[in-house]
């Protein structure tokens, strides 16, 4: 079975700097994909950056950025230049590909950012 | 696309009443995920459908919980008897079954609190 896990439940961080969040997995897959979803006040999940585990270039998506590193299967969130609207819950999630069955999609238990002005 | 769309936004029942959350997904997706959202557990999967087929419950907390997929357009789970513990945010997510980028979308939740 996969296991996401996400070490820190709280962070904050000043306005205009950057913060790190961190997720490992567990899985014995080799293809696989891995997000990072933001959950702000308003609850809609909303997807903030995505990486497919077979490249190895890490994704970038504006001030959102990973790093990835596959063989710790570690896949963390860096925030540069924080914003007052980036405070919300952070998910990181796993999703392999089963044939017949479809996605299968395993989140961790979060992490809540403050972003303090 | 309007997206995933749920029904009720919140639901306030009394113990013991039957309650029944809904679910649209995105056109075109064929697989289908409840989620319960609390504080204590985080992201809980219930269950999920591909084509319209239950794969994998063994998230249902109890048999009072049960979810169907009459069709590629709607699903609903329901709670037959509720109990307070029910209380929380359920998500229903949809999905394209295929290999590739493609992520998991939500609705917007439905809050239940059972008094």
């Known amino acids: 079975a996969q296991t996401v896990t996400q070490s820190q439940p709280e962070m904050s961080v000043q306005e205009a700097e950057t913060v790190t969040l961190s997720c490992t997995y567990d899985t014995s897959e080799n293809n696989y994909y891995l997000f990072w979803y933001k959950q702000p006040p308003s609850r809609q999940m909303i997807l903030v950056i995505r990486?497919?585990?077979?490249?190895?270039q890490n994704a970038t998506e504006n001030r959102f950025s990973v790093n990835f590193q596959k063989a710790a299967k570690s896949f963390s969130l860096k925030i540069s230049d924080s914003q007052l609207g980036d405070t919300a819950m952070y998910f990181c999630?796993?999703?392999?590909?089963?044939?017949?069955?479809?996605?299968?999609?395993?989140f961790g238990t979060g992490t809540s950012l403050t972003v303090i002005p | 696309d309007a997206g995933v769309i749920q029904s009720p936004r919140h639901e306030v029942t009394e113990m013991g009443q039957e309650v029944t959350l809904r679910c649209k997904p995105i056109s075109g997706h064929n697989s289908l995920f409840w989620y319960r959202q609390t504080m204590m557990r985080g992201l809980e999967l219930l269950i999920y459908f591909n084509n319209n087929v239950p794969i994998d419950d063994s998230g249902m907390p109890e048999d009072r919980f049960s979810a169907k997929m009459p069709n590629a357009s709607f699903s609903t789970l329901k709670i037959q008897p509720s109990e307070p513990r029910d209380s929380a945010v359920y998500f229903c997510a949809s999905s394209l079954r295929a290999r590739g980028n493609t992520e998991a979308f939500f609705g917007q939740g439905t809050r239940l609190t059972v008094v």
């Open positions: 990486q497919e585990a077979y490249k190895q």
């Open positions: 999630a796993f999703m392999k590909h089963v044939p017949n069955t479809g996605n299968q999609f395993y």
